[in-house]
């Protein structure tokens, strides 16, 4: 299996369990996939500048102050829906990328699973779970504080009686047609 001219098998001084697994099964560590791809993309990214920066962080300290504060389930589910209908957008846009990297190309035709389509469809679809899955425990907070399941009204704990324990009996019922002849 030929090999980058970049990679080189490692000795184990002052390497990481990445680079020494690498080593031993003569594969690429993640840093060096990604230094390759960094050099071989120099060009595009010269033609196509993207940002330095990371996105904007949402500054939570709000969020932070008024969990703080609550006192009820219904003041933590209103900075809950909050913060959830803030990030929504954000985390949209990150899945809408990651699905339209799974489809780049028809890449995502006939892939099977496990393959880097589909792998990335289901992190755009995690991604987005997130913030259902947060959702999901707010309402079930706001049900069991609100609307808690009802509590069955079993009888007394006692001595059974016999009369309790047998079904009751039918009423008399004449017997219906004509009666039996000898």
Same mark, same amino acid.
């Given at each position: 299996?030929?090999q980058?001219?970049?990679? /080189? ?36 990214l010269? /033609?196509?500048?993207l940002?330095?920066k990371?996105?904007p ?6 969020? &932070?102050?008024?969990?703080?504060a609550?006192q009820t ?7 809950t829906?909050? &913060?959830?209908?803030a990030? /929504? ?11 339209a ?10 892939a ?7 792998l990335?469809?289901?992190a755009?679809s995690?991604g ?14 706001l ?34 047609g004509?009666?039996?002849s000898?």
């Amino acid at each position: 299996m030929p090999q980058d001219p970049d990679f /080189e098998l490692y000795d184990n001084v002052g390497r990481d369990a990445d680079q020494i697994a690498a080593a031993r099964y003569g594969i690429a560590t993640r840093g060096d996939l990604l230094r390759w791809a960094r050099r071989d993309s120099e060009a595009f990214l010269a /033609e196509h500048p993207l940002p330095d920066k990371p996105l904007p962080s949402p500054d939570l300290a709000p969020y &932070l102050a008024a969990l703080a504060a609550a006192q009820t389930p219904a003041e933590v589910s209103a900075v809950t829906q909050h &913060l959830l209908d803030a990030a /929504e957008p954000a985390l949209r846009a990150v899945s809408d990328y990651l699905f339209a990297t799974a489809q780049w190309r028809g890449r995502h035709r006939g892939a099977v699973k496990g393959s880097p389509p589909k792998l990335l469809m289901e992190a755009a679809s995690r991604g987005l779970s997130v913030a259902a899955i947060a959702d999901e425990a707010d309402l079930r907070t706001l049900r069991a504080a609100y609307d808690p399941a009802p509590t069955p009204n079993f009888p007394p704990r006692g001595p059974a009686r016999a009369s309790t324990a047998l079904p009751p009996t039918p009423p008399h019922v004449p017997p219906a047609g004509p009666a039996p002849s000898r």
